[in-house]
């Protein structure tokens, strides 16, 4: 608990610079769109995979990612994969649909809550996450071909680590 009102008091401190978000300002994330998610976990650790395959955790993820269409109506998932340190995701929002970046925060809340029965001191999630509005059929295609091949590049992938 300490640590947290440190950071926290940190991060209203002045003398530090201020993190920027990520976010597009003004943008309306319940704009229907098909938008292109990366969410990393704490630090980059490998908390998803046990060897080359899923673990608990990694179902924990898949299992609440299948389940976003059930608590989000008007929301779905094209496409998604969960590699050991983090996930793709092509999240649909459609005409009525709730905001991405609702929709993002209660998944990460929701797996946060799910590890935490098991391990409550494990530090599950990055700040924030990566998104990317897609453009076009041809994008899509090569966007979707990306997540569904990422496990078998994991060895070259950016957020590789052994």
């Known amino acids: 608990m300490i640590a947290m009102v440190k950071e926290k008091a940190c991060r209203d401190d ?4 201020k993190r920027k978000s990520p976010r597009i300002p003004g943008y309306d994330y319940a704009t229907p769109n098909y938008y292109f998610i990366t969410i990393c976990t704490h630090e980059k650790k490998c908390i998803f995979w046990n060897g080359n395959k899923l673990n608990n955790f990694g179902r924990i993820a898949w299992d609440a990612a ?8 008007g929301n779905r998932v094209d496409s998604f994969v969960i590699m050991p340190n983090h996930i793709h995701m092509i999240l649909v929002v459609e ?3 709730t905001d991405a970046t609702v ?8 797996i946060s809550k799910e590890i935490h029965k098991t391990d409550p ?4 999630w ?5 998104d ?6 041809r994008q899509y295609l090569r966007i979707r071909e990306y997540i569904q091949t990422n496990p078998m590049r994991w060895d070259k992938d950016c957020f590789y680590v052994e």
């Open 14 to 17: 002045d003398r530090f610079p």
């Open 121 to 124: 001191e494990q530090r599950v």
């Open 126 to 130: 990055q700040t924030s996450f990566h």
């Open 95 to 97: 005409p009525g649909g």
């Open 103 to 110: 929709v993002m925060g209660q998944y990460k809340s929701r």
């Open 66 to 73: 299948l389940q976003i269409p059930e608590h989000f109506p």
């Open 132 to 137: 990317h509005g897609i453009r076009g059929y």
